[in-house]
């Protein structure tokens, strides 16, 4: 199916490693120019080069911190005229409300949620002015399935969805789309640490994660192509009917009870 993103230009945050990596990918294999932002310029420019000569697309790269003003003042710069903006940088750490500290919390909040708040606001100006854009919010979805255990994202995760779905409700009769997309337990770096701490607590060995990931649907986590497909045709004109919807990709964990039932029992 062609996306019709040949030649748009799309600007992804955190998009060095994990689903960031997976979006810039699927949207460059669809012939999309990128401008790819996040801390590490490194493993940015490695990506770089490797979508260039894999696809043949024009590939900027912007190493910066979006928690800070400094840094969505420079990206948002940069990147005045991009069709699709994906705003995907943030990491929230686990732990209760009496677990993850001040500090912690709003330093994370700092890139995640007012990150995410800043570029948008930026963005959507010139996308207003043009009539014509796309946002996707990558979400996650500690916003459906509520988390002791996970406070700050929860939350941090809650006031992204009301982001999405307020300006989304609006925009597409200013003719910009605005979308959520909430991936559950994908197979990222930072879930496989997650996992390993579990396992080194629940079965006194960290290398025997993949045996946690049996409660999960299909007994493993999602793989970060399979969250990419799904924002690239959201990104694209193929869902153009699409304005504040959020959408879930996890393979219906948070749909499930616990302990999961099994499959074909009443």
Known sequence: MDLYLRNKHALVTGASQGIGMAIASALAAEGCHLHLAARTPQ????????????????????????????????????CQDVDILVNNAGAIPRGSILEVDD?????????????????????????????????LNIIGIGAERLDYGYAAGSMGNAALVALTRTIG???????????????????????????????????GDENRWPEM?????????IDPQEVADVAAFLCSPRAGGMSGHIVTVDAGFASRGYPPPQAGTN
């Open 169 to 203: 409700g609006v925009s597409l009769d200013l003719g910009v789309r605005v979308l959520g997309l909430s991936p559950g337990w994908v197979e990222t770096e930072k879930a496989k640490r997650t996992m390993r701490r579990r396992a080194a607590t629940l079965l």
């Open 213 to 221: 990931a049996k409660e999960f649907p299909r007994g493993k986590l």
């Open 43 to 78: 493993t940015l420019q490695a990506l770089a080069d490797r979508l260039r000569r894999e696809h043949a697309v024009q590939v900027h790269t912007h190493a910066a911190d979006l928690a800070t003003p400094a840094g969505i003042e420079a990206v948002s710069a940069a």
């Open 103 to 135: 500090a912690a919390w709003r330093q994370s909040w700092e890139l995640k949620v007012f990150g995410y708040l800043n570029l948008t606001r930026a963005l959507y100006a010139r996308m207003v002015e043009r009539r014509a854009g796309v946002i």
